[in-house]
């Protein structure tokens, strides 16, 4: 088996499940954002050059909805065909 140098197994792992290994941390708790679609909802909503990310707990806080409100919101612009997510 073929590992790249450097990596890990569970690495390598993380990377093929997630298809990248774009992380950020939120900026309020400190949380590993590794989800690519939070990841696109920080800059669908926060514009494309931010600096800042927020978890998906601390966006919800920050805009005053809910989590959910916010997942409904991925779909739909997943749905309307945006390139972020």
């Given at each position: 088996m073929l590992f790249c140098?450097?990596?890990s197994m569970d690495m390598l792992k993380n990377i093929h499940l997630r298809g990248?290994?774009?992380?950020?941390?939120?900026?309020?708790?400190?949380?590993?954002?590794a989800n690519k679609?939070?990841?696109?909802l920080n800059k669908k909503l926060?514009?494309?050059?931010?600096?800042r990310f927020y978890c998906i707990d601390c966006m919800a806080e920050y805009f005053e909805i809910t989590t959910e409100e916010l997942l409904?919101?991925?779909?739909?612009?997943?749905?309307?065909g945006c390139g972020l997510f």
């Open positions: 140098v450097g990596f990248n290994v774009d992380t950020k941390n939120c900026s309020v708790c400190g949380a590993v954002i679609n939070h990841i696109g926060l514009g494309r050059k931010v600096e409904d919101k991925i779909e739909d612009f997943k749905a309307q």
